[in-house]
């Protein structure tokens, strides 16, 4: 696509309640950046206080926080959710949280102007009383008439939902992923991102650590933002890293032999894609995402279980030729989910919304 240089408003507006390092969020940076690149004016509105992130933007791309800021979560996320409709007016809005659907939704209607939602995951995985409704709210954000799936497996679970999608695109890798030459010497012979949310299954993490009795701790590479699990990981032994950048978020990926990724679900699941990307075999839990692009045996592998789990990451581990035939298949599949094509579409879609109004 050329730049965009004609006078309609080039403004768009991504609001979060945090700006922070989650994967989701490093999707949605990468989207702020190819939107600066075609002209538009693209701004994160945040609560104040609230930008943790440690992804690029483009110098183009501003952060503008709004409220006042309590220093504490629930005055400050509230304040921002009562105030962020009247600060919609004029230009595009992207939402991507079920919590900000409805302030976007109510400032779309308020000053007339377009609206996208941006769906990267089905929020239906809270509990209790006070869970149940939140998923039905979730399930009510879902009936949005300009909503973007952010890859085929989740358009299709919504359409079985009775939820027809605006447009899909196909989420995937940044170019950091793609280019370099992979390494053929790995330091570690396992990588995972342990995470505290219980969807993610740090159990069953545990659990093939304790059958993977032929290695040390030292040899399982753990990555992820979260400094208190990290934390807790390497008083044990484990090896840790917190990265800062996409290129030491690579580096992780190539020093390890396997990644697991021990999910119940994931809405697509990049990590296992970025790992594929970079030549490293997977074992996967099947957990809905990952089996749009898993094939299993032949790029990497999906697992029901944690004893077949360890019996898939010690296969590849002692056949080197299984394993360098997988990275290879594991890189041809991910070449067709570079980021960089999902994003056009996004691109194309918003300025087709934005003529139309």
């Known amino acids: 696509m050329s730049r965009r240089n004609d006078s309609a408003d080039m403004r768009i507006r991504i609001p979060l309640i945090n700006l922070s390092s989650h994967g989701g969020i490093r999707i949605l940076v990468e989207l702020a950046n190819a939107f600066a690149s075609q002209g538009f004016?693209?701004?994160?509105?945040?609560?104040?206080?609230?930008?943790?992130?440690?992804?690029r933007l483009d110098a183009?791309?501003?952060?503008?926080?709004?409220?006042?800021?309590?220093?504490?979560?629930?005055?400050?996320?509230?304040?921002?959710?009562?105030?962020?409709?009247?600060?919609?007016?004029?230009?595009l809005t992207v939402a991507n949280f079920f919590v900000t659907y409805f302030p976007c939704l109510l400032g779309s209607l308020l000053w007339r102007t377009p609206l996208?939602?941006?769906?990267?995951?089905?929020?239906?995985?809270y509990a209790g009383l006070v869970g149940g409704i939140l998923n039905r709210v979730c399930e009510a954000t879902y009936r949005s008439r300009r909503m973007v799936a952010a890859n085929s497996y989740l358009a299709a679970a919504l359409e079985e939902r009775g939820h027809q999608p605006f447009e899909t695109i196909q989420i995937g890798p940044s170019e950091a992923f793609y280019g370099a030459a992979r390494r053929e010497e790995r330091k570690y012979r396992l990588m995972a991102m342990p995470r505290h949310e219980a969807w993610k299954r740090m159990d069953r993490f545990e659990a093939i650590c304790a059958l993977l009795t032929e290695v040390s701790p030292a040899e399982i590479l753990c990555?992820?933002?979260?400094?208190?699990?990290?934390?807790?990981?390497?008083?044990?032994?484990?090896?840790?890293?917190?990265?800062?950048?996409?290129?030491?978020?690579?580096?992780?990926?190539e020093q390890a032999q396997v990644f697991l990724l021990t999910s119940d679900r994931e809405g697509f699941g990049l990590p296992p894609l970025e790992a594929m990307a970079r030549g490293t075999?997977?074992?996967?839990?099947?957990?809905?995402?990952?089996?749009?692009?898993?094939?299993?045996?032949?790029?990497?592998f999906l697992v029901d279980d944690v004893a077949e789990a360890a019996e898939r990451i010690r296969r590849l581990w002692a056949e080197a030729s299984e394993r360098t035939r997988?990275?290879?298949?594991?890189?041809?599949?991910?070449?067709?989910?570079?980021?960089?094509?999902?994003?056009?579409?996004?691109?194309?879609?918003?300025?087709r919304e934005r003529e139309e109004r």
């Not at 004016?41 to 992804?55: A, H, K, T």
């Not at 075999?281 to 990497?300: A, K």
């Not at 997988?326 to 300025?351: D, H, N, W």
């Open 116 to 125: 996208l939602y941006f769906v990267q995951d089905i929020e239906s995985k």
């Open 223 to 253: 990555v992820g933002q979260d400094a208190e699990i990290l934390s807790r990981l390497a008083e044990r032994g484990f090896a840790t890293c917190k990265p800062g950048s996409d290129a030491e978020l690579v580096d992780c990926y």
């Open 41 to 55: 004016e693209v701004e994160f509105l945040i609560p104040p206080g609230r930008n943790s992130s440690v992804y």
């Open 60 to 91: 183009a791309v501003r952060v503008r926080e709004i409220g006042i800021g309590f220093g504490s979560k629930i005055p400050d996320y509230a304040l921002f959710l009562l105030i962020l409709p009247f600060h919609l007016r004029g230009g």
């Open 281 to 300: 075999p997977v074992v996967s839990f099947r957990c809905g995402g990952p089996d749009l692009y898993i094939r299993d045996g032949e790029n990497s």
């Open 326 to 351: 997988m990275a290879a298949a594991a890189q041809e599949t991910a070449l067709g989910f570079r980021l960089s094509e999902g994003l056009g579409r996004f691109v194309a879609c918003a300025g």
